[in-house]
């Protein structure tokens, strides 16, 4: 059989790499123009609260990155309060653009209605700035030099005026559903502006059951330590996008903490000295403006069903 000739060999090698640039830009297109927007709702049940207790629904929202104008994503925001959740949790990274505020609000204000506790992102207090996703691969991203401010000023204001309650290296208690909630939150450690508060004193004065729950942006080992080690049941955190662009059937590639890329997103279970608490790490509503992609990793919003154990 005779050997194919040049000519041959090199329209086959750029038919394959048309094909190749032709996939990656569907990738891209797809990544870009439908999957960031594929906003959907992960449920999960976690067994933690005393026998004989009422289920409470707790909605955990992270990572929103808000821009004006993102009008799918408000009206996606405004359903969820269909799912009349018990408690809401915000874990940060709400802004994404110095305008975004105002708009946001409003996505927000069905949410508002309900009890909720919030922790702030470094998304919250810094503007993001273009940057090489490469450098993702090198370690946990970092603050640049005199980052543009955001107002978070307004932002956590309206939150304490709806009556959500600010957990920034910060400790407290609200009764629900016949169970005193013990909340323990910190201050984004991707900022290292963490500083454990410990949990409220076990003792209640209205005898009601204490369930602790340790709240987070990001998922840093040594807060989920801090939580496990002061008696945490539960653990929520974003900050890691899910790893934002995965590889199917694999997952993330990058955590953007220390936290294992295993464990980027989903339920789970962190273990500490001994003790092994569930913890929930948010795949992200959102994006940085800059960095408009999702593939293989779904936006989403979690609802959490706390049930009794058996």
């Not at 963490?194 to 005898?207: H, L």
């Not at 997952?251 to 001994?274: I, M, Y």
Request: glycine share 10%.
């Amino acid at each position: 059989m005779a050997a194919p000739s040049l000519s041959s060999a090199l329209r086959s090698a750029a038919w394959i790499a048309g094909g190749t640039a032709g996939a990656g830009a569907a990738a891209l297109a797809y990544a870009s123009l439908i999957e960031r927007n594929l906003f959907g709702i992960r449920e999960e049940t976690v067994a933690i609260l005393p026998p004989g207790s009422a289920p409470l629904r707790v909605l955990h929202l992270s990572d929103i990155h808000f821009v004006p104008n993102q009008n799918i994503k408000v009206r996606w925001l405004q359903s969820l309060a269909e799912l009349e959740p018990d408690l809401v949790v915000n874990t940060g990274d709400n802004l994404s653009h110095l305008e975004a505020v105002p708009p946001l609000l409003e996505a927000l204000k069905p949410l508002l209605r309900f009890p909720g506790v919030y922790v702030p992102g470094s998304n919250d207090y810094y503007g993001p700035r273009a940057k090489n996703p490469l450098t993702y691969f090198t370690g946990p991203s970092k603050i640049t030099k005199d980052p543009p401010a955001l107002p978070f000023g307004e932002l956590f204001g309206a939150f304490e005026d709806a009556g959500w309650r600010g957990l920034t290296n910060r400790r407290d208690s609200m009764e629900l559903g016949g169970v005193r909630l013990d909340f323990s939150g910190v201050d984004d450690p991707h900022l290292d502006r963490d500083v454990y508060p410990g949990f409220p004193e076990t003792g209640s004065s209205t005898g009601l059951p204490v369930v602790r729950v340790g709240v987070a942006h990001a998922p840093y080992q040594r807060v989920l330590n801090y939580f496990t080690d002061g008696g945490a049941e539960l653990i929520l955190a974003g900050h890691t996008h899910g790893g934002q662009v995965c590889i199917p059937f694999y997952g993330a590639l990058v955590s953007n903490c220390d936290l294992p890329t295993r464990l980027a997103k989903g339920l789970a279970v962190w273990e500490h000295n001994g003790r092994k608490v569930p913890m929930n790490v948010s795949a992200g509503i959102g994006t940085s403006r800059f960095a408009p992609v999702r593939f293989a990793c779904r936006p989403e919003a979690v609802l959490l069903t706390l049930t009794a154990r058996s």
